[in-house]
């Protein structure tokens, strides 16, 4: 049996149609967030098989099968790769109405032209089918997002990597933009006295200086943003409960990190002083550098402490947080903006709840210079699939300019995961479709399908200035 997956997959009116086919549908792609591991897209690996592509470390899946009864052996264990695989084909069927269902059989058909429901009768047949195009050259590391049409994947990536595997792109001349983005987060753990020391020695080893204080630690994430700018880098970003923007005083926040030095635990009111400067120092340097900085805020992380022992982190027992960012935000950013050091910023949430607290607080800080400056992030880890994508959609819609929006990310570790682009188009389209034909818009597709290719793609690529 044929899927759902139809050329009008999602469009359900004429003016979604021709929005998505004539306008979204071939619009290449800029994947500025993601976490493609950069070593085996420079290694340019082969896969192994559908279970290595598709099943390694996606804890979407994870989770999924887990919720199904299966046990953790054929999932993260020690069970082969068909036999992993064969119990994921058992999940498939029961994620239905669950954006899996969706993402799984768009995967399918668009890298491998299968066109079939995956189950258990249809396993054995898929992946055989499958792995024999993993072996063939056009599903190399590299060759998958020159299929897919991406132009630029920005990766995540600590301050103390060397990069060096981004140079090897870059000097091989592949013909993806693949650049680094700095994600700082570990610096902020003080509250981690044992690993914030190791982490200060392995950061002061990379930029060459000592770190004795909280004026070298700023001085080495000085040194590492400008080895990141000379190698592309052009984004921050960093994954936190909530945007750290207390009051601090110079001198206890210096106090503070000697005693983390010296192996000696830190309470939280001071903790939070030591991470709000920080990161003010940090919004400094992203401003200066021309950066645009990401908050991906809201997550609620390491729930199960059994599968964090065993497993480690991200591993599939995150979930969504209830945190406060209404006054965080405001104070971070006045604080910058009152000196003309705040940089463009994309706010992400994982509670839908906080929606309209990012859709308006970003309209506070826009500056009438930077079309779009201060941006509300697509719909983020739980909240990308249909219905927190239309969420996110209205709400920029409803209080700030959705036509100025730079679009959609995968967010994913997979190389499988680029038609997440194709479902968000779809879902855009079906969106301005429906308000055309309901009369709630003009019914001039072209006006409207320029909005549509700058929101998939011209957007992004104006505002991070990419060539």
């Known amino acids: 049996m044929a899927t759902i997956i139809s050329e009008d997959f999602l ?3 004429g003016p979604a149609r021709e929005l998505y086919h004539q306008y979204a549908k071939d619009q290449p792609i800029i994947d500025y967030h993601c976490h493609l591991p950069p070593d ?12 290595h592509i598709w099943l390694k470390g996606d804890h979407y899946k994870w989770r999924a099968m887990r919720a199904n009864g299966i046990d953790e052996k054929y999932i993260t264990g020690s069970e082969s790769d068909e036999k992993k695989f064969n119990k994921w084909a058992e999940t498939v069927p029961n994620t239905i109405r669950n954006p899996l269902f969706h993402w799984t059989h768009l995967e399918l058909k668009r890298y491998f032209g299968i066109d079939e429901y995956l189950n258990e009768d249809s396993a054995g047949s898929i992946y055989e089918r499958c792995n024999e195009q993993l072996h063939s050259p056009e599903f190399s590391a590299r060759q998958i997002p020159v299929k897919m049409n991406v132009r630029v994947i920005c990766t995540i990536d600590d301050p103390t990597d060397a990069l060096e595997f981004h140079k090897k792109l870059r000097s091989e001349k592949y013909e993806v933009d693949v650049r680094p983005t700095f994600r700082p987060d570990n610096a902020l753990r003080i509250d981690e006295t044992a690993f914030f020391r190791d982490y200060m020695e392995k950061l002061g080893d990379c930029s060459d200086i ?30 936190l409960n909530y945007l750290y923007s207390v009051d601090f005083e110079d001198r206890e926040v210096k106090a503070s990190f000697s005693k983390a030095l010296d192996g000696k635990g830190i309470d939280p009111e ?12 940090l ?21 199960n402490t059994r599968l964090l022992n065993t497993l480690g982190t991200d591993s599939g027992v995150d979930s969504i947080g209830d945190f406060r960012h209404a006054e965080n935000l405001s104070g971070y950013f006045d604080r910058l903006d009152k000196e003309d050091a705040l940089a463009k910023t994309i706010l992400y949430n994982l509670n839908p709840a906080d929606n309209e607290v990012l859709a308006t ?38 209080l700030g300019l959705i036509s100025q929006f730079v679009g959609m990310v995968t967010d994913s570790r997979s190389f499988l995961s680029y038609p997440r682009h194709e479902y968000f188009r779809r879902i855009l389209c079906n969106m301005f479709g429906r308000d055309v034909e309901s009369g709630e818009l003009p019914n001039d597709l072209d006006w409207i399908g320029k909005i549509i290719q700058n929101i998939c793609f011209h957007n992004a690529k104006k505002y991070f200035g990419f060539e």
């Open 11 to 13: 469009l359900h009116n």
């Open 40 to 51: 085996e897209l420079a290694e340019d690996i082969r896969f192994e098989n559908l279970t």
């Open 210 to 239: 000592d770190i004795r204080s909280v004026d070298d630690l700023i001085k080495a994430l000085k040194n590492r943003i400008d080895y990141f700018h000379s190698i592309g880098c052009r984004l921050s970003d960093h994954g």
């Open 270 to 281: 001071a903790a939070e002083q030591y991470k709000s400067m920080v990161l003010y120092e």
């Open 283 to 303: 919004g400094k340097m992203y401003h200066a550098k021309g950066w645009t900085q990401q908050f991906h805020l809201g997550a609620l992380r390491n729930n």
């Open 361 to 398: 607080m970003i309209g506070n800080y826009q500056d009438g210079k930077i079309a779009g400056k201060m941006q509300f992030g697509s719909g983020w880890w739980f909240l990308d699939q249909k219905e927190g994508m239309e969420k996110q959609i209205n709400a920029l819609s409803n």
